[in-house]
């Protein structure tokens, strides 16, 4: 990989970028484990990330997803991480220690296409935020953590994948 000291790779991005599923295909294609720190938290918890907004607040379910970038395994793996990881300044120091991150770029209008459960997926967002408004909020970060943006827009899985893992190598 390019990053010579980086054995992992962590991909950031908004909810429907494709993360967990380009994550899981991109571990298979290098040969590493995969790590979805969103299932991570359900795990812990022992409910849907809805269930946890439902029960307490965005910012509590950051908090949690925090601990979860903190203590997760991720050593030669591919981290499909939730969207708002980037929120945790700590999380995202940890992971880019020894990690290539990696940005999936979707504009918000295909975005906008692919999420149509923006209401109840269990997004991290302030109360009654807009995808808009999240979309221009969380962008700044991820190219401020990226180590390398790929433009996804318009991409099928398959090309996504060829365009990450060229940029990689």
Not at 24 to 33: C, F, N, Q, R, T
């Amino acid at each position: 990989m390019k990053n010579s000291k980086a054995t992992s790779i962590v991909l950031i991005g908004m909810p429907g970028a494709g993360k967990s599923t380009l994550g899981i295909l991109l571990a298979k294609e290098l040969g590493m484990g995969f790590v979805d720190t969103d299932v991570a938290i359900q795990v812990r918890e022992g409910r849907t990330l809805q269930e946890i907004l439902d029960s307490s607040n965005y910012l509590n379910l950051r908090r949690i997803e925090e601990q979860v970038l903190l203590s997760e395994e991720i050593h030669r793996k591919v981290v499909a991480t939730g969207g708002s990881a980037v929120y945790s300044e700590a999380g995202m120091a940890r992971l880019k220690d020894g990690a290539t991150v990696v940005f999936l770029d979707v504009p918000l209008e295909e975005l906008q296409q692919r999420i149509s459960n923006f209401d109840s997926r269990g997004i991290a967002r302030k109360p009654n935020q807009s995808l808009k408004s999240l979309f221009e909020e969380r962008c700044k970060l991820y190219r401020q953590y990226a180590d390398i943006a790929v433009d996804c827009n318009q991409q099928s899985l398959e090309q996504s994948l060829k365009s990450v893992t060229q940029q990689l190598l």
